[in-house]
Every structure is written in structure tokens, then in C-alpha cells.
């Protein structure tokens, strides 16, 4: 566990040590599917290749949705295609529980038709996703599971940038504030990308604007 004594610190030193943070300090930034502009993008899909680093932030994730969610108080897991299948997965064979997809679009007809598996009206889920920026697209995976008649009884990520307006209440395992600070603690970013890092949780909605991303006024 880190000094820090938290799961979130820790989860945010691994992904600082595994390298999946990546920060421009020059050039053009990361741009979202969201419209949001950013100088630094979280690519934990790459830990799904790297055992150790995997089983570990499995480990935090099953404490943090035992703590935060509870696991009596659902009965299957929904993934959000495509990057929160595999950790989806992941959870659902540690907790022996039904698996679903939630799909981005309707592939089918009927009840189950944005949804991979099949599950019985109100039966009580959890959606899994990697990654979140403002929570738009997890309420997109949330309404398409509510009209296959799941019950939703929370959405948990593994990283949250929560610097954003949301519209989706997510669990995070881990944040970008939380990344800083393991950064700082430990000296794990050099001064020019800890210090964008700062500047942007500050204000993302203005960097992002002023970096040609959507601004707070330009949100749907």
C-alpha cells in the first residue's frame, strides 16, 4: 500500500510507474470523444497485457466495489463495449456473477437489442467501464441496459478524470487528482508535466476551450 495509505494512491502510482499516463507539454493535445481537449490521456486498456499490474489493480478494484457499491447489492455486471468488457470480465469471474455487454448501438431487435447475453427483467446490475471524462457516454450504456429493463444499481470505473461537469454518478477507483498527487509524493513526472498536469485540474473546462476542445457553454 502506498504511504498514503489509500487504494486510490496506490492505483494511481501504478499506472504512473506501468507508464500508461501520457502528457503533452507542447503541440496539439488529446482530443475526447466527448469534444473535451486534454493534455494527458489514461490508457489503462494496455494493462490488460501486463499480469502483474493487472491482477493488482483487480485486487483494488474488487475492495473498492465492495466498499463503495457493496456486492450484495447486485447480481450481474454490465461492460461497456469495448475498452470495459475485459475488466468487466475480470470482476465478474472473481464474484461468479453473470456477464453482459452494453453496447454502444442496437444490434438487434427487441428487449436486449443494445445488450450482448441475456438477463432477466430488473435484475440488478453494476456497469464497468476503464475510463470516464464528464460521464456522458456511461448514462448513453446506463439508458440502454434501463431499456432492457436492468435495474442499475451503480457504475464503477477505473479512472475518473472528475475535472469535468457530469451527468452519469460514477465510483472511481482512482482520479486524475489523485495522480497528481501520487506524482508529487513521489517524483514519478518531471516538473513540465506535473506542472500541465496542475494547470488543467485547476480549470480543464477553460484549457480545453482555449486548446480547441469544447468549452463549459458548448456541452449537450
Known amino acids: 500500500m502506498s504511504e498514503n ?3 486510490a494512491f496506490e492505483a494511481a502510482q501504478l499506472l504512473l510507474n506501468e507508464q500508461v499516463v501520457y502528457i503533452r507539454t507542447s503541440g496539439d493535445p488529446f482530443f475526447f470523444s466527448s469534444g473535451w481537449a486534454s ?4 490508457d489503462i486498456k494496455r494493462l490488460i497485457a501486463r499480469p502483474d499490474a493487472r491482477t493488482r489493480l483487480l485486487e483494488l478494484t474488487l475492495d473498492k466495489i465492495e466498499a ?6 447486485f447480481e450481474q ?5 469495448l475498452a470495459g468488457v475485459p475488466f468487466a470480465a475480470m470482476v465478474a469471474d472473481r464474484l461468479a456473477c453473470p456477464l453482459v455487454v452494453a453496447l454502444k448501438q442496437a444490434k438487434g431487435f427487441g428487449r436486449l437489442a443494445q445488450c450482448e447475453g441475456d438477463f432477466e427483467p430488473g435484475a440488478r446490475t453494476i456497469l464497468i467501464d476503464d475510463v470516464t471524462t464528464d460521464g456522458r457516454t456511461k448514462t448513453t450504456f446506463k439508458q440502454a441496459l434501463e431499456r432492457a429493463e436492468a435495474r442499475v444499481v451503480g457504475i464503477f470505473v477505473l479512472f ?10 460514477t465510483v472511481a477507483l482512482t482520479t486524475l487528482g489523485d495522480v497528481i498527487k501520487a506524482a508529487e509524493t513521489n517524483g514519478s513526472l518531471e516538473g513540465s508535466a506535473l506542472s500541465a498536469l496542475q494547470t488543467y485540474a485547476a480549470d480543464a473546462a477553460a484549457w480545453s476551450r482555449h486548446h ?3 468549452g463549459l457553454d458548448e456541452r449537450t
Open 160 to 169: 475518473a478524470y472528475n475535472i469535468f461537469p457530469g451527468h452519469a454518478r
Open 39 to 42: 493534455p494527458v490521456f489514461i
Open 68 to 73: 463503495d457499491i457493496g456486492s450484495n447489492t
Open 5 to 7: 495509505g489509500t487504494s
Open 212 to 214: 480547441g476542445g469544447i
Open 77 to 81: 455486471i454490465a461492460g461497456c463495449e
